[in-house]
């Protein structure tokens, strides 16, 4: 392994302890599943963190692949497992680009959203009204900017509120991750764009309540930043799929990385990188 850095810890997990905190989509978990049917590998493995006091994990990053292990009954899955209390792990936010949806359909369908109060603010006003919890959210669009805020009391990062914001338009438009809210900045790259929708920045113990809650996180909105990420592993399924005891599938799982190690397939990049095959 060049350039070595500390190795990700990865480790075979039962997917029945891990547990989403963000809504899945039905129709990619599918497309996964058939998928990983056809390859026979896991190629990236979900990020996980164990939710204090309990036995069981919440899916960071992969919650769709984790989805589809599910439905096609594999016991087992290779995780990368990480801890909130990494200096390097940040907890971010991705904003939506909705695009596709005429303006007014949009306008009509905000009209029509249950709990929701929409005000009209400059952007500078709506940027501290999301830092204060006095809105829980705010969009932009052509014709102005608009806090969203609940119409009975103020409620801070209020999960449900956000999830009937996204029911405007989820299904009903194409939905792009930015990481800024600058009109000018979006619209050369979306032609149609409809509106972008500005969420605020959760905190761990938000992540660690949807997962143990009913009321799940929009999908989408959260970015886990993940310091030394296993990438391309390509972990063959019959070892997951395999009726064998957890402690058989663990030393499986050392000798294999051993004999990776020993191969000189284990490389570090410390370079940002942009991938153009997601």
Not at 118 to 124: G, H
Not at 210 to 232: D, F, M, Q, V
Not at 240 to 257: C, I, P, R, V
Not at 271 to 277: L, M, R
């Amino acid at each position: 392994m060049q350039d070595s850095t500390v190795l990700p810890v990865l480790r075979m997990l039962r997917t029945a302890l891990l547990e989403p905190h963000e809504e899945c989509d039905p129709r990619r978990t599918e497309r996964l599943a058939l998928r990983l049917k056809d390859e026979g590998i896991l190629k990236n493995p979900p990020v996980v963190a164990q939710i204090p006091s309990d036995e069981n994990f919440v899916i960071l990053d992969g919650a769709n692949r984790v989805g589809a292990f599910q439905s096609l009954g594999i016991p087992h899955i290779l995780a990368q497992l990480v801890r909130y209390d990494d200096p390097g792990l940040l907890l971010d936010t991705w904003y939506h680009v909705v695009a596709g949806m005429p303006i007014q359909e949009f306008n009509k369908e905000l009209m029509t959203a249950t709990g929701m109060h929409l005000e009209t603010c400059s952007l500078e006003e709506a940027r501290l009204s999301l830092a204060t919890n006095r809105a829980a959210a705010y969009i932009v669009c052509e014709a102005g900017v608009r806090k969203v805020c609940n119409t009975i009391q103020p409620v801070p990062h209020d999960i449900g509120l956000l999830n009937n914001l996204v029911k405007v338009y989820k299904g009903k438009a194409d939905i792009f991750r930015a990481s800024n809210d600058i009109w000018e900045k979006q619209t050369p790259f979306y032609p149609g764009i409809t509106a972008l929708v500005i969420f605020p920045r959760l905190k761990p113990d938000h992540i660690f309540k949807a997962a143990c809650s009913e009321i799940k996180i929009p999908t989408g909105i959260t970015r886990h930043i993940i310091p030394a990420r296993a990438l391309n592993v390509n972990l063959p399924l019959w070892i997951m799929e395999a009726e064998w005891t957890q402690g058989q599938k663990d030393s499986w799982l050392h000798n294999w990385l051993m004999e990776r190690m020993a191969a000189n397939a284990i490389r570090y990049y410390a370079e940002s990188t942009f991938s153009f095959n997601e």
